[in-house]
């Protein structure tokens, strides 16, 4: 696979959440950590680390990961 670090000019620019299990053995968490890093302090790049979960789960559902991390997405509707 792509080293998403070899392409960080490219990815800097896309605001990004990025979850890992602090008992993750596959990927730990320090892989994120290490990518937010190459990103840079002024991207838009966000790693969580959720306590408990491993590379294989349990994970919560996506709403409840989203607001554990603190972050809200509004519906934009758009009139066509």
Do not use: R
Request: glycine fraction near 8%; charge should be positive.
């Amino acid at each position: 696979s792509l080293d998403p670090v070899n392409f960080v000019s490219h990815l800097q620019s896309i605001p990004q959440v990025h979850f890992f299990g602090s008992e993750d053995e596959v990927v730990p968490a320090k892989v994120g950590h290490i990518y937010k890093a190459a990103m840079g302090a002024n991207s838009a790049t966000f790693i969580h680390v959720v306590a408990g979960v491993g590379h294989e789960g349990p994970w919560p559902s996506v709403p409840n990961l989203l607001k554990k991390a603190g972050i809200s997405f509004k519906k934009k509707h758009h009139d066509i």
